[in-house]
């Protein structure tokens, strides 16, 4: 077996705001609590499970990068600048493909490319 991520998290002062930016994208939240542990939201994307934390009293992730692939970089943009996403490199051909980096309304820098 190679090695798979199964598990992303990341945390947002305002969960509401950070699902609708993500939903933007076709994430799929479902509420979810484990044990004495705060309730989060979670979404499984090609079997990895991407979960939205309070922040609370642990450490932020705004330093963390995420990546995600779509069918559509125009139409996912769009939808993400809507969801109150700010774009910091706008769509450009690159080395890896037709790419846009935007940045959620937490702070989390994410990169989106087009699937060909």
């Avoid at 991520?5 to 939240?29: H, P, Q, T, W």
């Avoid at 009293?57 to 993400?80: H, I, W, Y």
């Avoid at 996403?85 to 769509?91: C, D, K, L, M, R």
Wanted: glycine share 10%; hydrophobic share 45%.
């Amino acid at each position: 077996m190679t090695t798979q991520f199964g598990l992303i998290v990341i945390r947002a002062s305002d969960i509401e705001r950070a699902v609708k930016f993500y939903a933007a994208m076709g994430c799929n939240f479902v509420t979810e609590r484990h044990g004495n542990g705060p309730e989060h939201l979670a979404a499984e994307i090609n079997g990895v499970v991407f979960e939205i934390y309070p922040v609370g009293n642990q450490p932020v992730t705004v330093g963390v990068r995420l990546g995600f692939k779509v069918a559509s970089l125009a139409t996912t943009v769009a939808a993400l600048e809507m969801a109150v996403g700010i774009v910091q490199s706008p769509p450009t051909d690159g080395p890896w493909g037709l790419r846009a980096v935007l940045r959620d309304p937490e702070g989390h820098i994410v990169e989106i490319v087009q699937c060909d």
